[in-house]
């Protein structure tokens, strides 16, 4: 078996390590764990959940420093490694869940701050990505298949006053996967777009919207 070349890069101040068999941490999401960040302030107290977490970096530097705890999500045992090794550095309580997102989280669980970045590209067009390791993102037919899955796993256990925080290719993207938000009892609050991506805001039906969505 050939050993995959490590290395690593600086996330917000966290050292963060990756390999080629995982996909490299991209400096622009950097902007959903501030985000997050900002949100913490406002939600209830709980622990964070970081869904298709890879290496571990948006959820990292999202509890850094918060005293909140942090658990991570990702079915890829490699990659789930990685996590732990770069979880160290983060004083909090990092809990890392190699499994599906089906059966990773128990029925009572909750958490007032949801973290998800799914891969979302079409399968068609993984190809114009051939560093990139095809699982970490190939999105199926439409891009959305991960995503209706976080979504439907984040509107399980979001904490009543939580919030969600999903990375998406575009904001297209983000009005497409609307039907499956609303379907799970999810509302869009808010969409950024990025130079890499677009970030999505969700929230449940019945806390209301935040004014000023956009």
């Known amino acids: ?21 995982v996909l490299v941490p991209r400096p622009w999401t950097v902007r959903q764990s501030h985000w997050a960040r900002e949100l913490l302030a406002d939600v209830p107290e709980g622990p964070v959940l970081e869904l298709c977490s890879g290496v571990g970096h948006i959820g990292l530097a999202t509890v850094a420093g918060t005293g909140r705890m942090l658990v991570m999500v990702d079915r ?17 309580t990092c809990e890392v869940r190699c499994a599906a997102l089906e059966t990773a989280l128990g029925p009572q669980e909750r958490f007032p701050m949801v973290l998800a970045d799914p891969p979302w590209v079409p399968t068609a067009e ?5 560093e990139d390791p095809v699982p ?20 399980a256990h979001l904490a009543p006053g939580g919030q969600m925080i999903l990375q998406l290719g575009d ?5 497409r996967l609307e ?3 609303e379907e799970f009892g999810l509302v869009v609050v808010d969409v950024r ?20 969505r956009t």
């Not at 993984?126 to 051939?130: D, I, M, N």
């Open 1 to 21: 078996m050939t050993t995959a070349a490590a290395s690593s890069l600086d996330f917000d101040g966290l050292t963060i390590e990756y390999d080629d068999r």
């Open 76 to 92: 890829d045992e490699h990659a789930a490694e990685l996590s732990r090794r770069n979880a160290v550095q983060v004083a909090e």
């Open 126 to 130: 993984v190809v114009r990505f051939p």
């Open 136 to 155: 970490a993102i190939d999105g199926g037919h439409d891009g959305l298949g991960p995503a209706r899955a976080c979504v439907r796993a984040g509107a």
């Open 171 to 175: 904001a297209a993207q983000a009005r």
């Open 179 to 181: 039907p499956a938000v």
């Open 193 to 212: 777009e990025e130079p890499g991506g677009a970030l999505v805001r969700l929230r449940r039906v019945e806390d209301g919207l935040v004014p000023g």
